[in-house]
């Protein structure tokens, strides 16, 4: 069976540290990844999605970046973190030929101060 | 582009009652439309989905019509239960946009006894 792991579940850090988040998943090849960032009242906004190795579209002009540097692991990054990046961070994957469902990993919460 | 709008919450409800959740979309063509559920503590989940005109979709006693005139994909449930209680989630999947879903901003429903 196919699991999805996300970590950290929980990041407090300051404005302008660096970010990384990562997410792997296991169980299935070529996957389409995905992240998403979910705020109150914005619902889930595509931040990023990924339908093989290094290859990244990116949704939302920001001051994160994705990196998919092996098949199944996917990192969202940023340099300097704004207070605004503070959100719940989710990953995801999909089979490569997409049907709609997303499977998503638990989430990371992040908060900026 | 493509967006999807759904009804403002939270919704709260006695146990036993009946559910409708409003989903209105815009896309072009003729999208794949879908519902996710978010339990508390929980990442999301598919609960149903259609994928033409006309198509419903349905899974634990929820259904939405898939309604090509109106653009709507509303969601019902005759009898709704505590452990219903969650977040629901419109989303999209326009012909045209390669293996990504758009979300709507969620509604959460509250059930009491």
């Known amino acids: 069976s196919q699991t999805i792991h996300q970590w950290p579940a929980t990041l407090v850090q300051p404005v302008g540290s660096p970010l990384s988040l990562e997410c792997t998943v296991e169980?299935?090849?070529?996957?389409?990844l995905y992240w998403y960032r979910q705020a109150a009242g914005r619902g889930l906004q595509l931040l990023f999605y990924s339908v093989g190795i290094g290859q990244i579209s990116s949704e939302v002009p920001q001051n994160l970046s994705a990196s998919r540097p092996q098949d199944r692991q996917f990192i969202l990054s940023s340099k300097k973190l704004l207070l605004s990046d503070s959100g719940f961070y989710l990953c995801?994957?999909?089979?490569?030929?997409?049907?709609?469902?997303?499977?998503f990993g638990e989430g990371s919460r992040l908060t900026v101060l | 582009g493509d967006s999807v709008t759904q009804m403002e919450g939270p919704v709260t409800l006695s146990e036993e009652a009946f559910l409708t959740i409003n989903c209105t979309y815009t896309a072009t063509g003729y999208p794949s439309l879908f519902w996710y559920v978010q339990y508390p503590g929980e990442g999301l989940q598919l609960l149903l989905k259609?994928?033409?005109?006309?198509d419903k979709g349905s899974n634990k006693g929820f259904e939405a019509t898939y309604r090509k005139e109106t653009t709507s994909f509303h969601l019902e449930k005759g009898s709704v239960q505590v452990s219903d209680s969650a977040v629901y989630f419109c989303a999209l999947s326009g012909p045209g946009t390669a293996s990504k879903l758009t979300f709507g901003t969620g509604t959460r429903l509250q059930v009491t006894l």
């Open positions: 995801a994957w999909s089979w490569g030929r997409f049907t709609g469902e997303l499977f």
């Open positions: 259609a994928t033409k005109a006309d």
């Open positions: 169980g299935t090849s070529n996957p389409n």
